[in-house]
């Protein structure tokens, strides 16, 4: 017998690619249902040929659920997913709540699929940033062979990341520009249709960003905490797919060609870099896809062992749907849960 499996937050961005993922990848689920807000109440959702009405969070029973892919936000996350947990369902969690809890792993199966088993304390894995998630995917290889010591990293995040409010600003603003008509920002502080800007999540009291101060922590959390990284995070006129500038130090000396063998053998990573006009990949191409690309591998001379790269993923998938769905293949592919139907 199969799986019961909760999409919470099923009407967003985020829950709707987590049904279309688990349909895709044939997820051993005999009953998939589609959770949001009051407010969503009866919505319909697809799930591959299927059709799913939305239910109500606070009417689910969770008891009989096995895995809950949780995506509706920092502040239902941090009410419900204990709730949850404790009434026995796995919480996947992709918001920002439990990444820096010590207690919850977070993971990235391509990276760090061993500290899966930690999920017991409490019942809850979490999900990465999505920035965080694509960058990882590729620096975990290089890190095993080269060892990293510093990062820098600017990204180039698009709209999506934001969410549908965010897509539809962009949409309008973009209309408006080529009817002149009026702009108006809500989602963002500044216009975003032909412009760009340097500031996703609040500013802390250091001048960074929360987006930044995550990518930092959580590199660290995943990969290893004695690398150093500095990021710039930057929203972009773009409506999917998230891209990264990314220059790198490594204890051991490496090259071009030693770095292009290792990503091409390594999982999630799909290496397309000819040094001629298109040899390389841009979120356009990347939206839909699950790899992480990476192009524009080059020496950095600036530093004794260095590399500079270009790192693309469609954020809504290896940046948070897919990234979910995977952690529950893990956690089933090793056989830390079973079916509760199947057990009783």
């Known amino acids: 017998m199969g799986y019961k499996v909760a999409v919470v937050g099923a009407t967003g961005n985020v829950g709707r690619a987590m049904l279309d993922i688990l349909a895709e990848r044939q997820f051993p689920a005999d009953e998939v249902i589609a959770v949001a807000s009051r407010r969503s109440l009866g919505t319909e959702c697809s799930y591959g040929d299927k059709t799913l009405k939305v239910k109500a969070l606070e009417q689910v029973d969770f008891s009989d659920v096995d895995i809950c892919l949780m995506s509706a936000g920092s502040g239902p996350s941090k009410e419900w997913s204990p709730k949850i947990a404790a009434a026995g369902a796995v919480v996947i969690d992709n918001s920002s709540y439990w990444r820096y809890d010590s207690d919850v792993p977070l993971i990235v199966p391509e990276v760090n699929a061993d500290a899966i088993v930690g999920f017991r304390k409490r019942g809850i894995i979490a999900n990465p940033n999505c920035s965080t998630a694509q960058l990882v995917v590729a620096l975990k290889p290089l890190h095993d062979k080269f060892g990293i010591k510093r990062v820098v990293v600017s990204t180039y995040q698009s709209v999506s990341g934001a969410g549908k409010d965010a897509m539809d600003e962009l949409f309008s603003q973009t209309k408006a520009v080529f009817t002149v008509g009026e702009i108006v920002n809500k989602t963002f502080p500044k216009r975003i249709a032909f412009n760009v800007i340097p500031h996703i999540d609040v500013f802390m009291e250091d001048g960074y960003t929360k987006e930044e101060w995550k ?110 769905v995977q952690i529950a293949e893990v956690l089933i592919n090793r056989g830390l849960i079973q079916a509760k139907k199947q057990a009783a």
């Open 215 to 324: 990518m930092m922590v959580e590199t660290k959390k995943i990969l290893d905490p004695k690398i150093k990284l500095v990021a710039t995070c930057v929203r972009v006129p773009v409506f999917i797919g998230h891209s990264e500038s990314v220059n790198v130090e490594f204890e051991q000396p490496v090259t071009v060609d030693e770095a292009h063998k290792i990503l091409r053998n390594a999982p999630g990573c799909l290496v397309i870099d000819k040094h001629e006009p298109g040899g390389y990949v841009t979120p356009y191409e990347a939206a839909g896809e699950d790899a992480t690309y990476i192009s524009r591998v080059r020496e950095d001379t600036t530093v004794e062992n260095g590399l500079a790269m270009w790192i693309v993923s469609d954020n809504l998938r290896k940046g948070a749907a897919l990234n979910a």
